[in-house]
């Protein structure tokens, strides 16, 4: 069964590295095989990294969209991890299963956990990817 996508107008998804976004209009796709993809909306920028968690959610993001360099981001990731367990003790069981979700692959869902993790919770979260004043679209991937 594929998967659609509805992009808002000007809305943004990244899908294997390609950025591919809507006009002034909504659209629909769908995806009929496996693939990497993130919405606009769930991007961090690199200096939107305001917390350890952000810091976490952004290598995993690496880690997912650039495979070619997972290796690297990989050894990153165990890093920042042993970074965030330090500083998040609290965490500790959902850090498991982000390290447990990451080692099987699975870096979408592993990346919805940690976003809810950022201070003030899941629904503050997609605020820190937003413009300051713009709620009506996404930022450019």
Known sequence: MPLKFVLRPNEKVII???????????????LYNT????????????????CI???L????????????DGTLNLQR???????????????AKDLDEIERLVESRNYYRA????????RGGPDSADET???PGDSSSDPAP
């Open 16 to 30: 294997n590295g390609a950025v591919i976004g809507a006009g002034d209009r909504p659209g629909s796709f769908f």
């Open 35 to 50: 693939a990497n993809f993130l919405r606009g909306r769930e991007v961090l920028k690199e200096e939107q990294i305001d």
């Open 53 to 55: 968690e952000k810091k």
């Open 57 to 68: 959610y952004f290598v995993i993001q690496l880690v997912y969209i650039f495979p070619e």
């Open 77 to 91: 990731f165990a890093s920042i991890l042993n970074e965030t367990r330090e500083a998040r003790p609290d965490c």
């Open 111 to 118: 990346l919805k956990l940690c976003r809810k993790m950022f």
């Open 129 to 131: 990817t937003r413009s």
